[in-house]
């Protein structure tokens, strides 16, 4: 007996929403009674692809095979709606993925998506996202019935969408909506967009993302042929607007008291940016990418932001000594920032910093929390690779540092470079070591050991079984060499005082929370393993001591 059919309508559309929209759909054909419940679902979700077998398709779309399937596309989407609107039914969700439709096409059947929009923004829809098929010059105007979709509570455009100047004339209605997304469409007017946002006074989550403005130079130049990105952007009155993702406009001003979380990426920009928050107050999280000059705006800034907890720089460029201060930050992230010799960071709640690179800047830290945890992730370079110690040793106070990744790139070039290193000395101890990429030439095995030992002393180091790395045989030779079963490849006995690592031994290796005591338990798992480049990267662990 079906129990499941005889629930309520109302648990019955709770687990199609569960249901990724293709499996949804398939539930129609299982009973008289699962089709009634799948044609008074409140969520219309469809995605082009599901209907287009693109490879079977012939590469012109002019093709009659072209037009049938989206015929079948179309009349699916209409059926739908239609038949939620005729019955007085609510639409909660429209969702339209046409990405992989020729923008042509698209254009020339429009007429259909307003029609969609109109039949949903009249059934109380409350989310509608668009995702068309980008194009230099093909664009769907957005209709302008959407502007009586009193209860839309998030709008997503993304790709080949038109904001018509017409809106302009209109009294838009957005009273409901709490996040906007616009990435890749085309304004008609650049007064238009900020008119549009203007009008969703309760809006909490705003993103931006590469949008263009069209400038037609002549009467009948088609819509984006004529079009640049973006220049400027000017917000006022949005005292709800909490989260804000701007990608590729220039100068940003946005009257906001309550934004938390912001996020710029200026990328495609050829001058310096310009962005002004009118009240920094209550910024918590800020995240800029791509920045020019982003120390001289953090110089001006960073006082008017008593709160933030949280900067992230990535790709930024900054001067050669940059100061960092903040009374309540507590992670910072550098990333790939250029022109960096030296950085002064004064955070005293500072939990967590992370820096990655391949340059090695002086980083010291003022006043710092007894918490304070450093990560580096260093892409190490031929020209890098004898200055590894260095920049351990120039990260002031050295015990912060509790994690420091290595990633060798071209491992043969840096092997040859290494030349005879001092190793006699006992170099700065950290916290932990992560390996990623070695040889597999087991002749060069002996370098990277010495090379490392040579640079710091970690009390523990992770090596990736990722198998592009090479690292597995590299274990087997790391443990064999501390634990003297390896002689006769160091001569540091017949040159001149011992290297210092040679009283290292391996107290412990673990795997997944599983420890292994000796080489054969090592050299079994390791044959046990899948070889695998698996996202999900996991590590064997070496525990060293003296």
């Not at 499996?23 to 287009?52: G, H, I, M, N, Q």
């Not at 996040?179 to 900020?194: A, Q, S």
């Not at 370098?447 to 040579?454: D, K």
């Not at 990736?464 to 001569?491: I, P, W």
Request: proline share 5%.
């Amino acid at each position: 007996m079906d129990r499941i059919s005889v629930l309520p309508k109302t648990i019955l559309h709770d687990i199609l929403g569960r249901l990724p929209d293709k499996d949804a759909a398939k539930t129609s054909v299982l009973s008289k009674s699962w089709s009634e419940t799948w044609f008074s679902f409140p969520v219309v979700a469809a995605r082009s692809k599901d209907f287009f077998n693109l490879p079977e398709l012939p590469l012109s779309p002019e093709d009659p095979l072209w037009l049938s399937k989206l015929d079948i596309f179309i009349e699916y989407v209409s059926k739908r709606l239609r038949r939620l609107h005729d019955q007085g039914l609510a639409v909660k969700e429209l969702k339209l993925c046409m990405e992989d439709t020729c923008a042509s096409m698209l254009v020339s059947q429009s007429h259909h998506i307003d029609k969609w929009i109109q039949m949903a923004s009249e059934s109380g829809v409350e989310v509608l996202q668009l995702y068309l098929t980008r194009s230099n010059d093909k664009f769907c105007n957005l209709p302008l019935c959407l502007a009586e979709a009193k209860s839309l509570t998030k709008l997503v455009l993304n790709g080949g969408i038109r904001l018509d100047p017409a809106f302009l004339n209109h009294s838009l209605k957005f009273f409901s909506v709490r996040t906007l997304f616009f990435c890749g469409i085309l304004v008609g007017d650049e007064r238009v967009m900020e008119h549009f946002i203007s009008h969703c006074p309760l809006v909490e989550n705003l993103t931006l993302i590469l949008c263009l403005l069209y400038k037609p130079s002549s009467v009948g130049d088609p819509p984006g042929s004529r079009a640049d990105y973006v220049k400027s952007l000017s917000l006022h009155g949005l005292q709800k607007l909490k989260q804000v993702e701007v990608q590729g406009i220039g100068e940003v001003y946005i009257d906001a008291q309550n934004i938390e979380k912001l996020f710029y990426n200026g990328a495609i920009l050829d001058t310096s940016f310009k962005l002004n928050l009118g009240s920094y107050k209550n910024l918590r999280w800020l995240s800029l990418w791509f920045v020019k000059r982003a120390d001289m705006w953090l110089l001006e800034q960073l006082p008017k932001i008593p709160f933030l907890e949280s900067l992230i720089l990535n790709h930024c460029s900054l001067c050669e000594r940059t100061n960092i201060s903040g009374p309540q930050l507590k992670f910072l992230k550098l990333t790939n920032c250029s022109n960096l010799k030296e950085i002064n960071i004064d955070a005293p709640n500072l939990l967590s910093c992370k820096y990655s690179g391949k340059d090695e800047p002086v980083i010291s830290f003022r006043g710092i929390s007894n918490q304070l945890e450093v990560n580096a992730h260093i892409l190490m370079t031929r020209q890098h690779v004898d200055r590894l110690r260095q920049f351990i040793q120039n990260i002031e106070p050295q015990e912060v540092l509790t994690s420091l990744s290595l990633f060798i790139f071209h491992p043969y070039s840096i092997i040859e470079s290494l030349g005879t290193l001092p190793c006699s000395s006992s170099p700065p101890s950290i916290k932990h070591m992560q390996l990623c990429s070695v040889s597999h030439r087991q002749t060069q095995y002996f370098p990277v050991l010495s090379w490392l030992l040579s640079s710091c002393f970690p009390k523990t180091i992770s090596f990736s079984l990722d198998c592009n790395f090479n690292t597995r045989a590299f274990m087997v030779y790391f443990y064999e060499m501390l634990m003297c079963s390896k002689k006769g490849e160091c001569h540091c006995y017949s040159r001149g005082p011992e290297c210092w690592w040679h009283g290292l031994k391996v107290a412990k290796i673990t795997h997944l929370e599983r420890t292994y005591a000796n080489i054969e338990d090592l050299k079994a798992m390791l044959n046990a393993l899948p070889l695998s480049d698996n996202s999900e990267e996991e590590f064997i662990t070496f525990t060293l001591e003296l």
